[in-house]
């Protein structure tokens, strides 16, 4: 199990503890970064108050560079102690630390901190670059001028990377012995242009190897006639003798045996049957069927002939060098060998056959002494060659040096208010994990992020309470998964399958379709009309099955008809004959049962709507009351559902599904979210120049509605007493007191 981090304050601050500077947003302290001392002290803020502690490295509007230079273990995640080192290590080189919230790409030479031993290197490296550019009087580096090192090492000689190419060696003869490592032991690419080149490594085991072979060659003295009885040219002769030794053996201890006894000769030949299975195949003369035949005939005679068509084909050419190479040096120029000459040649070489056992097995020990000195000669130029070469990378290394540096400059202080604060976000100034605007349903939606599994995605990312529309976007053949949250207007009409338009950071438009949707509130109001939506929905879904089935219903009935007229005449006949002719039935006569029955129920059903309406109106001044009341019954729960989840909206489980790991709830109240979906309005100052021809025109079934609903009005007010005073006495509800009290008695 891995340690707590714990916080290291620095010097300074065990005297005086630095002070900070929050602000409460998003249900969130978070702290503001005012100086950049508030950066060179990130350290002592407790990682508790941090808003993210960790976020990937892609899918992220950020500088992917600047990322992987923090990044420090490569493992595509940034960390807080990654972003506390980084944090100091470039105020370390500054020599004030507040250039960092310019966010430029331009260093000045003067901000280093000439003082520290690492800014005196950088600006040492900087002038160094600035002159190798042509401005030696600049004071000022750009992210441009050190972005491209790659095509500035590569036009120098050495560029660090400790690869000698043939082109990098200007000596003939040093080139030569590069070429000869690259074929013996292979080459490695050089960093800049690719061109095979060789590396330490390689250098060092092939003149190891080299120098084996040498020191094999200084035992063997050509001046010694008992071990080089020719000379020089007595290697050579041993390397013929060697590759056919064996084989020279096997022929003489056949020919000693075919002597011994004649009726040997057979079978120590070749069988007819040996040659009827090489000749039921094809042949090939150098093949191990054929190089395991005997080098020449066998007989009794013990001598091998040196020439002509009795050797064996796989061996000729290697019996040819033998004969040049050792018999006609040692022994003169013969067409035959006899064994006591074989024995003769064995003795000869022997001492130089004990020594080549010990000769190394590499590709330097088939070289002659003349090659292996002149590659010897060659190893102190290539070795300093390498050495320069190697030298160049501390350069290198300054160079990653300043471009991290211009980089945090510029970059920095963007990470840290959208990873230790959500500055970027709530200020509505961009947040790096917002991928861009989804026009869609006459909204722009600006919280969005970038999606790469939108199964697993949409597990976490329920959990914030919010409605997420998940779209597919494909541009020019690419393709990008996105989740967009909309928290403002209706979502009656977001539906899979919906197209919209996304706009990326960069400004590039992408189709866009919903292919996932996750309900959820977008405010009270929408929730208020929810139940009457949904009734009205149910309602017309109803209708729609009814009048359906009712089609249905009739299509049958005409089919059945249709089918009965047509076939008419058919039926009659066959009737007639079978069954006697029932008794007439009168058209449309109707039950009289049924019709009391329904009577009786509409009656009913008027009654209960009577006394209903009856018991309401007796409620006088407290309708008003009641029908809040059955307002509340209706769009209470679903009002009550609403707040509830609007009060839990967070950003937090979006961002964690994401791959974030966000460290507080970062709430996403009614108000904001109104700023992240904004609906279509008419912009100020705009007018309409014409009404719409189109617009509804309210028909009979309206006119009746407004004429019920004012005759409702009316029977309220007078039953509330209002209309009194306008109405003569017989129509008053409630008659004056004056026309109803006696008077009083006079005295």
């Not at 490296?125 to 001028?145: M, N």
């Not at 209706?490 to 919209?500: A, K, P, T, Y």
Request: hydrophobic residues 45%; glycine residues 6%.
């Amino acid at each position: 199990m891995s340690a707590v981090p714990t916080q290291s304050p620095s010097p300074s601050s065990t005297t005086a503890p630095h002070r900070w500077q929050f602000i409460r947003v998003g249900g969130a302290d978070q702290v503001i970064f005012r100086t950049g001392e508030d950066i060179a002290r990130l350290g002592e803020l407790d990682q508790k108050l941090w808003v993210a502690l960790a976020c990937p490295t892609r899918g992220i509007d950020f500088d992917a560079r600047t990322l992987d230079l923090i990044d420090a273990d490569g493992d595509g995640r940034v960390r807080p102690p990654e972003v506390v080192a980084a944090c100091e290590w470039v105020c370390a080189r500054l020599r004030n630390p507040d250039v960092l919230l310019q966010g430029s790409d331009v260093l000045a030479l003067d901000d280093l901190d000439a003082g520290n031993a690492d800014g005196a290197r950088l600006i040492e490296e900087a002038r160094r670059l600035l002159q190798i550019q042509g401005k030696p009087d600049s004071a000022t580096l750009t992210l441009a001028d050190i972005a491209d090192r790659g095509e500035l090492l590569a036009a120098m000689r050495f560029n660090g990377d400790g690869v000698i190419t043939p082109e990098t060696a200007e000596d003939d003869a040093v080139r030569a012995t590069v070429a000869e490592i690259i074929r013996t032991h292979g080459s490695v690419p050089d960093r800049h242009k690719a061109t095979p080149g060789v590396d330490r490594p390689r250098i060092e085991a092939f003149f190891a190897e080299v120098q084996a072979a040498r020191d094999w060659h200084a035992k063997a003295d050509a001046n010694d006639k008992a071990l080089m009885p020719l000379g020089e040219p007595t290697l050579a002769a041993a390397d013929a003798t060697r590759k056919v030794q064996a084989k020279l053996d096997d022929y003489f201890a056949r020919c000693r045996v075919a002597a011994f006894d004649a009726q040997a000769v057979a079978a120590l030949n070749p069988s007819p049957e040996a040659y009827d299975a090489l000749g039921a195949n094809r042949l090939d003369l150098s093949a191990d069927p054929i190089a395991d035949l005997p080098l020449a005939p066998v007989t009794p005679r013990c001598v091998l002939p040196l020439h002509g068509n009795r050797i064996n084909p796989a061996w000729t050419g290697d019996i040819a060098a033998f004969a040049e190479r050792a018999v006609t040096p040692l022994l003169g120029a013969r067409d035959e060998l006899a064994e006591t000459e074989w024995l003769s040649i064995k003795q000869q070489l022997a001492p130089l056959q004990a020594l080549m056992a010990k000769r190394p097995d590499n590709a330097a020990a088939a070289l002659s002494l003349a090659q292996l000195d002149a590659f010897l000669q060659t190893r102190e130029p290539l070795l300093a060659l390498l050495h320069d070469d190697e030298a160049a990378e501390t350069h290198n290394n300054l160079l990653v040096d300043l471009e991290k540096l211009i980089r945090l400059q510029r970059d920095l202080v963007v990470l840290l208010n959208n990873f230790v604060s959500f500055k970027a976000f709530y200020r509505r100034e961009g947040a790096i994990f917002q991928a861009g605007t989804l026009y869609l349903d006459g909204r722009s939606c600006e919280l969005t992020v970038q999606v790469q599994d939108t199964a697993k995605h949409a597990v976490l990312a329920g959990l914030a309470k919010t409605c997420l529309a998940y779209c597919d976007c494909t541009r020019q053949g690419q393709k990008m998964s996105i989740v967009a949250a909309f928290t403002a207007g209706d979502i009656d009409f977001l539906f899979v399958g919906r197209n919209g338009v996304f706009y990326d950071r960069q400004g590039r438009d992408w189709d866009a379709t919903i292919t996932k949707l996750i309900e959820n509130p977008t405010s009270v109001a929408q929730a208020f009309f929810a139940p009457y939506k949904k009734f009205v929905r149910v309602i017309e879904e109803q209708v729609a099955k009814r009048a359906a089935a009712s089609e249905a219903a009739g299509q049958g009935t005409l089919t059945s008809f249709a089918t009965k007229l047509t076939t008419a005449d058919q039926a009659a006949a066959a009737g007639a004959a079978k069954t006697p002719a029932a008794a007439p039935r009168t058209a449309g006569r109707v039950d009289v049962g049924t019709v009391a029955a329904i009577g009786v129920a509409l009656g009913s059903i008027s009654a209960v709507l009577v006394a209903i309406f009856g018991k309401f109106v007796d409620l006088g001044q407290w309708i008003p009351v009641a029908l809040i009341g059955i307002v509340a019954a209706i769009s209470g729960p679903s009002m009550l559902i609403a707040w509830l989840k609007l009060r839990q909206r967070s950003l937090g489980p979006i961002l964690d599904a994401s791959g974030w790991a966000i460290n507080g709830r970062m709430k996403v109240n009614v108000r904001l979210g109104g700023m992240l979906s904004q609906t279509a309005h008419v912009p100020p100052g705009a007018r309409r120049v014409a009404r719409d021809p189109y617009r509804e025109r309210h028909g009979a079934a309206g006119v009746a509605a407004a004429a019920v609903l004012a005759l409702a009005l009316v029977v309220l007010a007078w039953r509330m007493d209002w209309l009194d005073h306008r109405l003569p006495t017989a129509l008053q509800h409630s008659p004056t007191a004056a026309a109803t009290v006696p008077p009083a008695p006079s005295s």
